[in-house]
């Protein structure tokens, strides 16, 4: 269980990417898109992400703590951490994926796109503590 608990405290790469991801292109489309000033994207893009976001940062959070519990809890073969992390990025970018074509926002292409990075870039991360 030690394990499981150090794998889950890995997401923080997820968080990472996924918040820098998706305030680098609200940003970018406050000033392209909307005429923003400087500090009003500034301002706005931290309150959208932050604030209006936080609902999504508490579910996200709640989610992948729970898939990784879950999936690392029976099998802890290193073999196997890119299906585990492919399922996850499947289960929780599906909603996203869905938004983004019905929705035509594109917000949400950058946030699949950025979690699939972290999930990428927190694979070493979690072989390091299954080969331990």
């Known amino acids: 269980m030690k394990e ?3 794998i889950v405290s890995t997401n ?3 968080v990472i990417v996924i918040f820098i991801a998706v305030y680098v292109a609200g940003f ?15 301002f706005g893009t931290t309150y959208g ?3 209006y976001g936080m609902m999504f940062w508490i579910g996200f959070f709640i989610l992948i703590c729970f898939l990784d519990t879950l999936l690392f809890s029976f099998n802890k073969q290193p073999q196997y951490t890119n299906y585990k992390l492919a399922i996850e990025w499947v289960l929780i970018s599906s909603p ?5 074509i019905r929705y035509n926002q594109w917000i ?19 072989f390091k503590i299954l080969q331990s």
């Open 4 to 6: 499981v608990m150090k």
């Open 12 to 14: 923080w790469v997820n």
């Open 28 to 42: 970018i489309s406050a000033i392209v898109e909307d005429r923003a000033t400087f500090s009003e994207a500034l």
């Open 49 to 51: 992400i932050l604030g």
């Open 96 to 100: 996203f994926i869905y938004w983004l």
């Open 108 to 126: 949400f292409l950058v946030a699949v796109l950025a979690f699939l990075a972290g999930q990428f870039l927190r694979k070493a991360y979690i």
